[in-house]
C-alpha cells in the first residue's frame, strides 16, 4: 500500500475509533466482533475523493473489507481464491471505494468540506471540529424524524443557489 494511501486508512481508523460525533449514525449489529457500527455516515465528498485518487493504484485483494478476511495465521491475510488488483479494479469510483470498503460505513455526501453537512475526515484541530455542527444537525434532524425531508430541501437549496 502507498502510504499516501495508508494515511486515509489510519486517519479513518482514528475517526472510526476515537471520534464523538458519529452518534447518529451509530446502529446495533450483532456481530461476533461487536455490538455496534455506523452505517451510511456522510463523508464530504473531497475527501472521498482524495482517498480514491491516493489509494487507486494501491493493491487489494477484497472489495469489501468487513468480511471474508483468512484469519487462521492471526491477522488477517487475503481468500486463497482472491486476486490481488489495483484499488481501482475492485472500486472503479470514488463512491465505490467510499461506500462499498467497510459494507456502507460511509455514504458520500454531495455537500463539500466546510458546508456543516457532511463529516470531514481531515480537518485542523487548532479551529475546532467541524464534525460537531455536522453530528448536531443530523441527531436533530433524526430526533425530529425530518431527516430526509431536511436533506432533500437543503440539496434541492443548495442546487438552486448554484443556478
Given at each position: 500500500m502507498e502510504?499516501?494511501?495508508?494515511?486515509?486508512?489510519?486517519q479513518d481508523?482514528?475517526?472510526?475509533?476515537?471520534?464523538?460525533?458519529?452518534?447518529?449514525?451509530?446502529?446495533?449489529?450483532n456481530d461476533s466482533w461487536r455490538r455496534e457500527r455506523f452505517r451510511n455516515v456522510p463523508l464530504c465528498k473531497e475527501d472521498c475523493e482524495s482517498w480514491w485518487e491516493d489509494c487507486r493504484t494501491s493493491y487489494?485483494?477484497?472489495s469489501d473489507w468487513h468480511k471474508g478476511w483468512n484469519w487462521t495465521s492471526g491477522s488477517n491475510?487475503?481468500?486463497?481464491?482472491?486476486v490481488c488488483?489495483?484499488?481501482?479494479?475492485y472500486f472503479?469510483?470514488?463512491?465505490?471505494?467510499?461506500e462499498g470498503l467497510w459494507s456502507h460505513s460511509y455514504q458520500?455526501?454531495?455537500y463539500s468540506r466546510g458546508s456543516g453537512r457532511c463529516i470531514?475526515?481531515?480537518?485542523?484541530?487548532?479551529?475546532?471540529?467541524?464534525?460537531?455542527?455536522?453530528?448536531?444537525?443530523?441527531?436533530?434532524?433524526?430526533?425530529?424524524?425530518?431527516?430526509?425531508?431536511?436533506?432533500?430541501l437543503g440539496l434541492m437549496l443548495q442546487l438552486w443557489l448554484l443556478d
Open positions: 502510504p499516501a494511501c495508508k494515511r486515509h486508512f489510519i481508523t482514528c475517526l472510526y475509533e476515537c471520534s464523538p460525533n458519529l452518534g447518529p449514525w451509530i446502529q446495533q449489529v487489494t485483494c477484497k491475510k487475503c481468500p486463497a481464491e482472491a488488483r489495483t484499488f481501482e479494479s472503479p469510483t470514488p463512491a465505490a471505494l467510499c458520500v455526501s454531495q470531514q475526515m481531515w480537518f485542523e484541530p487548532a479551529q475546532g471540529n467541524p464534525n460537531e455542527e455536522v453530528a448536531r444537525f443530523y441527531a436533530l434532524a433524526m430526533l425530529h424524524g425530518i431527516g430526509p425531508l431536511l436533506l432533500s
